[in-house]
Every structure is written in structure tokens, then in C-alpha cells.
């Protein structure tokens, strides 16, 4: 079983739409969780972390359920530029970040 | 403001040849470094990580190896290429702790 694990998608909506990624891990002693986004043939960026509270920066909103080992990603409104691969990512507590395989979005006009 | 500088961009390299790819970190002091593989239409791969100068553990033994001669410089090498060495490299660092990692802009290596 893979440590993180994503739908790897693609998604494909039109623009305006909300769109949810979801992410299991399986290393209960994970602290840490990131969402990273990737376009094509380019280097992943930090999109936002996730904390135990739940947490929104504009028209994204993370949320993470420990009990579940679950993690989300809501994108409300989606925007053209919106289209990337959106990475979920868990801090294995050993100094490395493990990253899923990655989950398609493709937003149409 | 901290930066990571990662080179050569995009490289062509015959079977057999040697490799070495660099990464440097400007603007922090003892960060963690990282080296990350990506092959075609697949994750994210960890091969190596650094705590510190010389300080090297390998995630995956394969053909490659990784140094860090300087606290601020991680490189990547290999004495014979091989055509499954062929991917997308990322350079990464973070301070320690709970923050995210910063990637540089990644080397794409084809092995011909």
C-alpha cells in the first residue's frame, strides 16, 4: 500500500466549478500535510498546508480528519489557470516529505 | 529571501556516460537537501536527503549517488548511465521542522 494516495484523475470541469481532491496516508504518526500544485514539465509549489483546524486561502480550503487519515482539497470558482496536477504530501516524521502520485485537474472554458 | 538554483535545465547523456547534476541553496544555513526523481507520467521518487555536510542516507539503491561537500551544496552523480536513469531530477530544501519543501526548477535528463 502506498504511503499517500490520490485519485490521479484527471478531472475535468468547466470553469466556475467546485472541484474536491481527496488523499488518504497511512502512517498514523504523520504531523505534517501539504498540498503542492504541478504544471506540465515544471517543479511542484507549495500551494498551502494543511492544519488539524482546517484551513482556506481564497478560493482553496484544506481539511484534514486524523482519525480517518484523510486529507482534502476544495477549490471553489475554479479558474483556467486552475488546470495542474495537485500533489497531497504527509510528513513521515523522519525528515521526508512523501508525496502521492498526483491528481489531474483540467478546467474548460 | 532564500533561493535554490538548480543545473543544467535540460540534458541529452549517452548510455555508459558519467552524470553530475548540481543544486545550491542561497540565503539559509543547514538545510535539509533532497533529491527527488520523476519519471514520466509518475510520482514523486526520494533518492537521497542530507541533514547535514557529508551527511548522505539513500532512499532507493540504484545506479546513482549523492554528496554534499558543502552545507549549501547537494550534488547528484553517476559513473554509467543507464536508459532507466532518464526522468525529471528536483533539488529540494527545507529547514527542519514543519515547513514545506522548496524545489528548484529541476533538471530533465534523457538517457540515449
Known amino acids: 500500500r502506498k504511503e499517500v494516495e490520490q485519485d490521479p484523475g484527471p478531472f475535468n470541469v468547466p470553469e466556475g466549478a467546485t472541484v474536491a481532491f481527496n488523499c488518504t496516508y497511512s502512517n498514523s504518526a504523520s504531523q505534517s500535510f501539504f498540498w503542492y500544485r504541478q504544471d506540465c514539465r515544471k517543479e511542484p509549489k507549495l500551494l498551502m498546508s494543511v492544519y488539524s483546524s482546517g484551513n482556506e486561502d481564497g478560493r482553496f480550503t484544506a481539511q484534514l480528519n486524523r482519525a480517518s487519515q484523510y486529507i482534502s482539497l476544495l477549490i471553489r470558482d475554479s479558474k483556467l489557470s486552475d488546470s495542474a496536477t495537485y500533489l497531497c504530501v504527509a510528513d513521515n516524521q523522519g525528515g521526508k516529505l512523501i508525496f502521492g502520485q498526483g491528481t489531474e485537474l483540467s478546467v474548460k472554458p | 529571501s532564500q533561493t535554490i538554483h538548480q543545473w543544467p535545465a535540460t540534458l541529452v547523456q549517452p548510455v555508459g556516460s558519467p552524470l553530475s547534476l548540481e543544486c545550491t541553496v542561497e540565503g539559509t544555513s543547514n538545510p535539509n537537501l533532497y533529491w527527488y526523481r520523476q519519471a514520466a507520467g509518475r510520482g514523486l521518487q526520494l533518492l537521497f536527503y542530507s541533514v547535514g555536510i557529508g551527511q548522505i542516507s539513500s532512499e532507493v539503491p540504484q545506479n546513482l549517488s549523492a554528496s554534499r561537500p558543502q552545507d549549501r551544496q547537494f550534488i547528484l552523480s553517476s559513473k554509467k548511465l543507464l536508459l532507466s536513469d532518464s526522468g525529471f531530477y528536483l533539488c529540494?530544501?527545507?529547514?527542519?521542522?514543519?515547513?514545506?519543501?522548496?524545489f528548484g526548477s529541476g533538471t530533465r535528463l534523457t538517457v540515449v
Open positions: 529540494a530544501w527545507r529547514v527542519s521542522g514543519v515547513t514545506g519543501y522548496t
